[in-house]
């Protein structure tokens, strides 16, 4: 009986629960203790960062902490990456400090608003993403030659000096500053540069203990405790009361260098955000994997673009500097626990109050000690890692000529020489092919390296066609690109050298065979004949081991007696036997050695693995497992019965007794998936329903329906948010339900009692291609009911249950 999907108007009313929390007290507003420490921390290190940042650009001291609290408490609350931390960064020091020498700062402040509609524009045209396509050798370019210009200009300041306009000049500069330094200023810079640098590498655990007080607090603490019990003669914070404080005014200036102005801190201000955005995510993520905690949604980017551009309106409004994500203080968020939008909320607050009560401490800190912290953190911001990593992938010309136009002409000019030169990089890298002829072991090898491309045709023709007529010929490709020219190219050549006698075979740079994708070549299925390119499809790229896979509807092939089209039947039989000899030509070859092997030793997989019958679910695909990982259990609706309850089918139980006791699983797992025909079916079902084998059998289905429309049950989540319809919060409650099936069983309970055997739940999107894990614990009756994304793993993973487990942490 096939489970079709119904119509949804048939789905019966009193089973259809609205989309929002069972009915009964609200919950109040809550914050988590997590959330209220992190704010702290983060407060402790943003606090001297937001005035240093805004001494470095020239700013009113005030316009730092008005940008703190406006990044904290709106693009906290509107943007779309919960835990990202917002404010006045460090990349945004040169651009702003220029367009405050050009054209003062009330211009500055409109041109900060108009970034932020600029940038609510783009995230309403859902350019986000586009964003992350720039080359990341020209963003850290970009960050590194902001960090020199950043510590040319605040080493003046840590020497007791003034800073000039231009990077150029404080570099130049500099000699004549050493021989005026300030005894006074270059002590205190002195103290707070060491610092900085010893405070995160005290030892031992007392050293644990006292780095949970922020470096950058205790740096300009010390410095300012120093500085006021000793007397010393240095310039010091002077915030005017905010009666005074500067507002924006109209734009006064060239509409051109407006608009230059606007489209950099637009572009930087984005970057930024968005970048950091994506880093916190991997960091939330690695917490999660780390400590079993349930993440936190991926980040929207589009809806963080629109809150980072309300942020900046609201600060240019109130005289703030320009807001962006910022990675150091996110980072501090993510570290100190924090699990909402909240602590990033909490410390826009703190900031507020700090402003408001804490004007005399704040200026008992010395300028100096606020420059030698901005200056720490322009070094830094010339990574060592990322240096390392556009060595090995050969971008450092990119990386060094961006920083260069950064550092001696400007952002806007230095990104687009990055941009200019990585295309320039491209295309050597597209038009570099290398092509080798060799005889090895009397076959001839054809080495082609690098991309290719039509540009290359010439002279991979020029060496195909030296080949004798009948030889075996081993094609060597090492690239990653070939366009359709010079495809076209070797396919007619290798067609032809086929037809002449000879053998052509296609490998990888390791040696591995390629298959063939969309062109006969001379092989043979079971029978013998010459294997065709039926069920070769160009939409089967990921699977190519699946080389009789059906993407749509296709021709069946003559039948014996001439009749053009064969019977269904006969369709059938040739998709069957086509798919098994593609199996013995490419696969078997591949897969032998570890299937003697295992018929040799025996199976012993690492997971019972428990899923729906449903042809859309590839349990070895979305598992990346292989032959011996997996015993897979399947059946209608992934049900486990419960123990006395099976009626004569005892194959589910039996399966569970076996892979329990004889093959000693480490794991369980039960996956459902969307889409499920059989809970359409349970969904649609009545008392009055015939007797069928399959109403019979979905019976077992009926206390998920039941835990469904409890209210003393929690509803099921699915990454954050609820159900799409009411078949998608059953399969979510089947997989909880089912579980706790398992859990009734005598041998699960003993080895789980043992602390031998855990339980996974799993949903798997199939519209989506994204699978979801259960959050919880293996005690009984401890789940939460919530799936959580699983992100896609950064390196190859173990299969089987160690793939679950890897994926998660990824």
Same mark, same amino acid.
């Given at each position: 009986?096939?489970?079709?999907?119904?119509?949804?108007?048939?789905?019966?009313?009193?089973?259809?629960?609205?989309?929002?929390?069972?009915?009964?007290?609200?919950?109040?507003?809550?914050?988590?203790?997590?959330?209220?420490?992190?704010?702290?921390?983060?407060?402790?290190?943003?606090?001297?960062?937001?005035?240093?940042?805004?001494?470095?650009?020239?700013?009113?001291?005030?316009?730092?902490?008005?940008?703190?609290?406006?990044?904290?408490?709106?693009?906290?609350?509107?943007?779309?990456?919960?835990?990202?931390?917002?404010?006045?960064?460090?990349?945004?020091?040169?651009?702003?400090?220029?367009?405050?020498?050009?054209?003062?700062?009330?211009?500055?402040?409109?041109?900060?608003?108009?970034?932020?509609?600029?940038?609510?524009?783009?995230?309403?045209?859902?350019?986000?993403?586009?964003?992350?396509?720039?080359?990341?050798?020209?963003?850290?370019?970009?960050?590194?030659?902001?960090?020199?210009?950043?510590?040319?200009?605040?080493?003046?300041?840590?020497?007791?000096?003034?800073?000039?306009?231009?990077?150029?000049?404080?570099?130049?500069?500099?000699?004549?500053?050493?021989?005026?330094?300030?005894?006074?200023?270059?002590?205190?810079?002195?103290?707070?540069?060491?610092?900085?640098?010893?405070?995160?590498?005290?030892?031992?655990?007392?050293?644990?203990?006292?780095?949970?007080?922020?470096?950058?607090?205790?740096?300009? %603490? &010390?410095?300012?405790?120093?500085? !006021? #019990?000793? $007397? +010393?003669? /240095?310039?010091? *914070?002077?915030?005017? =009361?905010?009666?005074?404080?500067?507002?924006?005014?109209?734009?006064?200036?060239?509409?051109?260098?407006?608009?230059?102005?606007?489209?950099?801190?637009?572009?930087?201000?984005?970057?930024?955000?968005?970048?950091?955005?994506?880093?916190?995510?991997?960091?939330?993520?690695?917490?999660?994997?780390?400590?079993?905690?349930?993440?936190?949604?991926?980040?929207?980017?589009?809806?963080?673009?629109?809150?980072?551009? %309300? &942020?900046?309106?609201?600060?240019? !409004? #109130?005289? $703030? +500097?320009? /807001?962006?994500? *910022?990675?150091?203080? =996110?980072?501090?968020?993510?570290?100190?626990?924090?699990?909402?939008?909240?602590?990033?909320?909490?410390?826009?607050?703190?900031?507020?109050?700090?402003?408001?009560?804490?004007?005399?401490?704040?200026?008992?800190?010395?300028?100096?000690?606020?420059?030698?912290?901005?200056?720490?953190?322009?070094?830094?911001?010339?990574?060592?890692?990322?240096?390392?990593?556009?060595?090995?992938?050969?971008?450092?010309?990119?990386?060094?000529?961006?920083?260069?136009?950064?550092?001696?002409?400007?952002?806007?000019?230095? *990104?687009?020489?990055?941009?200019?030169?990585?295309?320039?990089?491209?295309?050597?890298?597209?038009?570099?092919?290398?092509?080798?002829?060799?005889?090895?072991?009397?076959?001839?090898?054809?080495?082609?390296?690098?991309?290719?491309?039509?540009?290359?045709?010439?002279?991979?023709?020029?060496?195909?066609?030296?080949?004798?007529?009948?030889?075996?010929?081993?094609?060597?490709?090492?690239?990653?690109?070939?366009?359709?020219?010079?495809?076209?190219?070797?396919?007619?050549?290798?067609?032809?050298?086929?037809?002449?006698?000879?053998? *052509?075979?296609?490998?990888?740079?390791?040696?591995?065979?390629?298959?063939?994708?969309?062109?006969?070549?001379?092989?043979?299925?079971?029978?013998?004949?010459?294997?065709?390119?039926?069920?070769?499809?160009?939409?089967?790229?990921?699977?190519?081991?699946?080389?009789?896979?059906?993407?749509?509807?296709?021709?069946?092939?003559?039948?014996?007696?001439?009749?053009?089209?064969?019977?269904?039947?006969?369709?059938?039989?040739?998709?069957?036997?086509?798919?098994?000899?593609?199996?013995?030509?490419?696969?078997?070859?591949?897969?032998?050695?570890?299937?003697?092997?295992?018929?040799?030793?025996?199976?012993?997989?690492?997971?019972?693995?428990?899923?729906?019958?449903?042809?859309?679910?590839?349990?070895?695909?979305?598992?990346?497992?292989?032959?011996?990982?997996?015993?897979?259990?399947?059946?209608?609706?992934?049900?486990?019965?419960?123990?006395?309850?099976?009626?004569?089918?005892?194959?589910?139980?039996?399966?569970?007794?076996?892979?329990?006791?004889?093959?000693?699983?480490?794991?369980?797992?039960?996956?459902?998936?969307?889409?499920?025909?059989?809970?359409?079916?349970?969904?649609?079902?009545?008392?009055?329903?015939?007797?069928?084998?399959?109403?019979?059998?979905?019976?077992?289905?009926?206390?998920?329906?039941?835990?469904?429309?409890?209210?003393?049950?929690?509803?099921?989540?699915?990454?954050?948010?609820?159900?799409?319809?009411?078949?998608?919060?059953?399969?979510?409650?089947?997989?909880?339900?089912?579980?706790?099936?398992?859990?009734?069983?005598?041998?699960?309970?003993?080895?789980?009692?043992?602390?031998?055997?855990?339980?996974?739940?799993?949903?798997?999107?199939?519209?989506?291609?994204?699978?979801?894990?259960?959050?919880?614990?293996?005690?009984?009756?401890?789940?939460?009911?919530?799936?959580?994304?699983?992100?896609?793993?950064?390196?190859?993973?173990?299969?089987?249950?160690?793939?679950?487990?890897?994926?998660?942490?990824?």
């Amino acid at each position: 009986m096939t489970l079709c999907p119904p119509d949804r108007t048939t789905t019966r009313p009193r089973l259809q629960r609205p989309h929002s929390p069972p009915d009964g007290p609200r919950r109040r507003f809550r914050i988590a203790g997590a959330d209220l420490s992190a704010s702290v921390a983060v407060f402790l290190i943003a606090l001297p960062l937001s005035l240093g940042i805004a001494l470095a650009t020239g700013a009113p001291l005030q316009a730092g902490l008005v940008a703190a609290a406006v990044g904290g408490i709106v693009a906290g609350r509107l943007g779309g990456s919960p835990l990202q931390v917002s404010g006045p960064a460090a990349g945004l020091t040169v651009v702003t400090a220029e367009l405050i020498q050009r054209y003062g700062w009330r211009t500055t402040c409109a041109i900060t608003v108009l970034a932020g509609l600029a940038q609510i524009g783009l995230a309403a045209l859902r350019v986000a993403r586009s964003a992350l396509v720039v080359s990341p050798a020209i963003v850290h370019g970009m960050l590194a030659g902001i960090g020199v210009t950043i510590a040319l200009a605040q080493l003046h300041i840590v020497l007791g000096g003034t800073p000039q306009s231009s990077a150029v000049d404080n570099a130049l500069g500099l000699p004549a500053q050493l021989a005026h330094t300030s005894a006074a200023a270059l002590v205190v810079s002195a103290l707070t540069v060491g610092l900085l640098l010893i405070w995160p590498r005290l030892p031992g655990r007392t050293g644990r203990l006292l780095r949970a007080v922020p470096a950058a607090l205790v740096a300009v %603490a &010390a410095a300012t405790a120093v500085a !006021a #019990l000793t $007397g +010393l003669a /240095v310039p010091r *914070v002077d915030l005017p =009361s905010w009666s005074s404080h500067a507002l924006p005014g109209l734009p006064e200036g060239p509409f051109l260098g407006i608009a230059a102005g606007v489209l950099t801190i637009t572009l930087v201000t984005s970057v930024q955000s968005l970048l950091s955005a994506v880093a916190v995510d991997k960091l939330v993520a690695k917490r999660a994997a780390d400590t079993g905690t349930a993440a936190t949604p991926r980040s929207r980017l589009d809806r963080e673009l629109a809150g980072q551009g %309300a &942020a900046n309106v609201v600060s240019g !409004a #109130l005289g $703030g +500097l320009p /807001v962006a994500g *910022v990675a150091v203080r =996110s980072v501090a968020n993510v570290s100190a626990g924090a699990v909402s939008r909240n602590s990033s909320i909490l410390h826009g607050v703190w900031i507020v109050l700090a402003a408001l009560l804490l004007v005399p401490l704040l200026d008992l800190i010395p300028l100096s000690a606020l420059a030698a912290l901005v200056m720490v953190i322009g070094i830094q911001m010339v990574s060592i890692t990322h240096i390392r990593t556009v060595t090995r992938h050969r971008e450092v010309l990119v990386y060094v000529v961006t920083l260069a136009g950064v550092v001696f002409v400007g952002i806007l000019e230095g *990104v687009a020489l990055g941009i200019a030169v990585a295309v320039g990089v491209a295309l050597n890298r597209l038009t570099r092919t290398r092509i080798t002829r060799e005889e090895r072991d009397g076959r001839q090898l054809v080495h082609i390296r690098g991309q290719l491309t039509f540009l290359a045709v010439p002279r991979l023709s020029r060496a195909l066609h030296q080949i004798p007529a009948g030889a075996d010929v081993v094609v060597e490709l090492d690239g990653s690109f070939m366009d359709h020219a010079a495809h076209e190219t070797l396919h007619d050549w290798q067609a032809a050298h086929l037809s002449r006698g000879g053998t *052509v075979e296609t490998t990888g740079p390791s040696g591995g065979r390629i298959p063939d994708s969309g062109h006969a070549v001379r092989a043979t299925d079971g029978s013998g004949d010459a294997a065709g390119t039926a069920g070769r499809h160009s939409c089967c790229g990921p699977w190519t081991p699946w080389r009789n896979h059906q993407c749509g509807e296709q021709k069946p092939p003559p039948s014996p007696d001439g009749v053009e089209g064969a019977d269904e039947a006969g369709a059938t039989r040739h998709r069957l036997a086509s798919g098994i000899g593609a199996f013995q030509r490419d696969t078997a070859p591949l897969v032998r050695d570890e299937l003697a092997r295992l018929a040799r030793e025996g199976q012993r997989p690492s997971q019972l693995f428990l899923t729906c019958a449903d042809s859309r679910l590839v349990t070895s695909m979305i598992t990346s497992s292989g032959p011996g990982d997996l015993f897979t259990v399947r059946n209608v609706g992934n049900l486990v019965p419960l123990p006395g309850e099976e009626s004569g089918d005892d194959s589910v139980a039996a399966a569970i007794e076996y892979a329990v006791e004889v093959l000693r699983v480490e794991s369980i797992t039960i996956c459902g998936h969307s889409g499920c025909g059989a809970m359409q079916a349970l969904l649609n079902s009545g008392p009055d329903d015939p007797s069928t084998p399959l109403r019979r059998w979905l019976r077992h289905g009926r206390p998920s329906l039941t835990r469904m429309a409890s209210r003393r049950h929690a509803w099921a989540r699915i990454s954050g948010r609820l159900p799409a319809d009411a078949v998608e919060q059953l399969c979510l409650t089947n997989v909880v339900q089912q579980l706790e099936h398992l859990r009734a069983y005598e041998s699960v309970a003993r080895r789980l009692a043992e602390g031998t055997l855990t339980l996974h739940g799993m949903y798997f999107h199939v519209g989506e291609a994204q699978a979801y894990l259960l959050a919880g614990t293996d005690e009984v009756h401890s789940y939460d009911d919530v799936f959580n994304h699983v992100p896609p793993s950064s390196g190859r993973t173990a299969p089987g249950a160690e793939a679950l487990e890897i994926a998660r942490a990824s």
